[in-house]
Nanobody, 127 residues
Framework: QVQLVESGGGLVQAGGSLRLSCAAS????????MGWFRQAPGKEREFVAV??????????DYTDSVKGRFTISGDNAKSTLYLQMNSLKPEDTAVYYC??????????????????WGQGAQVTVSS
């Protein structure tokens, strides 16, 4: 099974940027749908972004609250998934998780769609 390890979290002021990385133990983008989720204290884990393959084309989608600010991407040669986060807001504070789904070719936005999870990376945005 694929193993996922996140890095790149930290503390940043509102309006700043961070890039999260998720290193996978094997090639992922042609074998899995990949996603980012986040979980704030006292809240359920929620969908942030997803990237999936349709033939030779990769498609990305985002939850409305991060559209235009976050970008999901990947480097298959490095087996690494990224989440570039710009214009961060205090409400983006959460533990961020990368995840892999064996269900390929779909816009997977539910935690139930995913089979493998990283350990999480804390992102804290101060006001």
């Amino acid at each position: 099974q694929v193993q996922l390890v996140e890095s790149g979290g930290g503390l940043v002021q509102a309006g700043g940027s961070l890039r999260l990385s998720c290193a996978a133990s094997e090639r992922t983008f042609d074998r899995y749908t990949m996603g980012w989720f986040r979980q704030a204290p006292g809240k359920e884990r929620e969908f942030v972004a997803v990237i999936w393959a349709t033939g030779t084309v990769y498609v990305a989608d985002y939850t409305d609250s991060v559209k235009g600010r976050f970008t999901i991407s990947g480097d298959n040669a490095k087996s690494t998934l990224y989440l570039q986060m710009n214009s961060l807001k205090p409400e983006d504070t959460a533990v961020y998780y990368c995840a892999a789904s064996r269900i390929i070719g779909i816009r997977a936005t539910s935690t139930r769609d995913y089979h493998y999870w990283g350990q999480g990376a804390q992102v804290t945005v101060s006001s």
